[in-house]
C-alpha cells in the first residue's frame, strides 16, 4: 500500500567516484534535499528524527554515508588536505547518480563545511542550503576543543555507544584520533582557512542555524559564514548544543521545512 511506500526508509549502495557509498532514501516529495552528516557520522546515527519525520510529501529525503564512515567502508576513512572537497564532490555526483537534478544540503558539522563548499563550487545544482555546527576555519582554541575530544574512552556512554557499535572501538577510536590530526592540520596556516574564500561564492538562500550552548563551535563561526553570504538568515537557537537538530528536533525540523518553503 502506498501510504507504507511514503513513510518506509530505503537503503542502498551505488558506485560513484570508485567508492561504494551508502545511503538511506525516504519521502516522494518533488524537492529533494541532501543531509549531510558530521564526523564520523552516518545517515543512520546523525539523522534519525529527520528521515522519519520530515515532510514526505513535499520533500525526497536522501542521507548518505561518506566514504570510510558508516556503511560507506570500504575504504578505510583518511583525512588529506582535500578531505572536504573531495566529501562535497561525492556528494554532489551521489545525488546526480541518483538522478536528482537539484536539491538542497542540510548539513551538520563537519558536513556543514562540506555543504558550503559544494554550495559555492556546484551553483547550479543547489536549490537552497542550511547548515548548523559548521566553521569556515580554525581557530587555536578550536585545536583545543578537538583535543579534547580526542581520546574516545572520555566520551559520555550516549554519545559513544551508537558509534561503537557501528565502527568496533578500535576503527572508532583511530578514526576520531586521525580527524583530530587532520582538521587541526587547518590551523598551521595563517588564517586557519578551510573555506572562507568560497563563502561570497554561495548564490543559493542560505540558513544557519547556531546551539548557543554548542560546546564545539564557538558562536563566532556561524556569525562569520552570515555575514559572508550575501542574504543568508541566522538563527540562534539558545538552549541548542551541537547535536540541536536531534535534541530540538521537532523546532529543527518546522524551521527548516518553512525555510525549505
Same mark, same amino acid.
Given at each position: 500500500?502506498?501510504?507504507?511506500a511514503?513513510t518506509?526508509?530505503k537503503?542502498?549502495?551505488?558506485?560513484?567516484?570508485g567508492?561504494?557509498?551508502h545511503?538511506?532514501q525516504?519521502?516522494?516529495?518533488?524537492?529533494a534535499v541532501l543531509?549531510?552528516p558530521?564526523?564520523?557520522?552516518?545517515?543512520?546515527?546523525?539523522?534519525?528524527?529527520?528521515?522519519?519525520?520530515?515532510?514526505?510529501?513535499l520533500?525526497?529525503i536522501?542521507?548518505?554515508?561518506?566514504?570510510?564512515?558508516?556503511?560507506?567502508?570500504?575504504? %578505510?576513512?583518511?583525512?588529506p %588536505?582535500?578531505?572536504?572537497?573531495r566529501?562535497?564532490?561525492?556528494?554532489?555526483d551521489l $545525488?546526480q547518480?541518483?538522478?536528482?537534478?537539484?536539491?538542497?544540503?542540510l548539513?551538520?558539522?563537519?558536513?556543514?563545511?562540506?555543504?558550503l563548499?559544494?554550495?559555492a563550487k556546484?551553483?547550479?545544482?543547489?536549490?537552497k542550503?542550511?547548515?548548523?555546527?559548521?566553521n569556515?576555519s580554525?581557530?587555536?582554541?578550536?585545536?583545543?576543543?578537538?583535543?579534547?575530544?580526542?581520546?574516545?574512552?572520555?566520551?559520555?556512554?550516549?554519545?559513544?555507544?551508537p558509534?561503537?557499535?557501528?565502527y568496533g572501538?578500535?576503527?572508532?577510536?583511530?578514526?576520531c584520533?586521525?580527524?583530530?590530526?587532520?582538521?587541526?592540520?587547518?590551523a598551521?596556516?595563517?588564517?586557519?582557512?578551510i573555506?572562507q574564500e568560497l563563502? %561570497?561564492?554561495?548564490?543559493?538562500?542560505?540558513?544557519?542555524?547556531?546551539?548557543?550552548?554548542?560546546?564545539?563551535? %564557538?558562536?563566532?563561526?556561524?556569525?562569520?559564514?552570515?555575514?559572508?553570504?550575501?542574504g543568508?538568515?541566522?538563527?540562534? $537557537?539558545p538552549?541548542?548544543?551541537h547535536?540541536?537538530?536531534?535534541?530540538?528536533?521537532?523546532?529543527f525540523?518546522r524551521q527548516v521545512?518553512?525555510?525549505?518553503?
Amino acid at each position: 500500500p502506498s501510504c507504507f511506500a511514503s513513510t518506509s526508509i530505503k537503503s542502498a549502495k551505488i558506485q560513484v567516484n570508485g567508492v561504494h557509498l551508502h545511503y538511506q532514501q525516504t519521502g516522494e516529495g518533488n524537492h529533494a534535499v541532501l543531509l549531510l552528516p558530521g564526523m564520523l557520522g552516518s545517515g543512520q546515527t546523525d539523522f534519525g528524527p529527520q528521515l522519519k519525520s520530515m515532510n514526505k510529501q513535499l520533500f525526497t529525503i536522501v542521507a548518505w554515508d561518506p566514504r570510510g564512515y558508516g556503511q560507506s567502508i570500504p575504504p %578505510p576513512r583518511d583525512f588529506p %588536505p582535500d578531505f572536504f572537497e573531495r566529501d562535497a564532490k561525492d556528494a554532489v555526483d551521489l $545525488m546526480q547518480a541518483l538522478k536528482f537534478k537539484k536539491f538542497s544540503l542540510l548539513g551538520w558539522s563537519d558536513g556543514g563545511i562540506t555543504a558550503l563548499i559544494a554550495a559555492a563550487k556546484y551553483p547550479a545544482l543547489i536549490h537552497k542550503l542550511v547548515v548548523w555546527g559548521a566553521n569556515a576555519s580554525v581557530t587555536q582554541e578550536d585545536v583545543r576543543i578537538y583535543n579534547g575530544i580526542r581520546d574516545v574512552s572520555k566520551w559520555s556512554e550516549k554519545v559513544k555507544k551508537p558509534l561503537e557499535e557501528m565502527y568496533g572501538h578500535k576503527y572508532f577510536a583511530k578514526t576520531c584520533e586521525a580527524w583530530v590530526d587532520g582538521i587541526s592540520r587547518f590551523a598551521e596556516k595563517s588564517d586557519g582557512n578551510i573555506c572562507q574564500e568560497l563563502l %561570497p561564492l554561495i548564490k543559493c538562500p542560505t540558513f544557519i542555524i547556531h546551539g548557543g550552548k554548542d560546546p564545539l563551535v %564557538p558562536r563566532a563561526h556561524a556569525e562569520y559564514i552570515h555575514e559572508n553570504i550575501k542574504g543568508s538568515r541566522l538563527l540562534l $537557537m539558545p538552549e541548542g548544543k551541537h547535536n540541536l537538530h536531534l535534541r530540538f528536533a521537532d523546532e529543527f525540523n518546522r524551521q527548516v521545512e518553512d525555510f525549505l518553503g
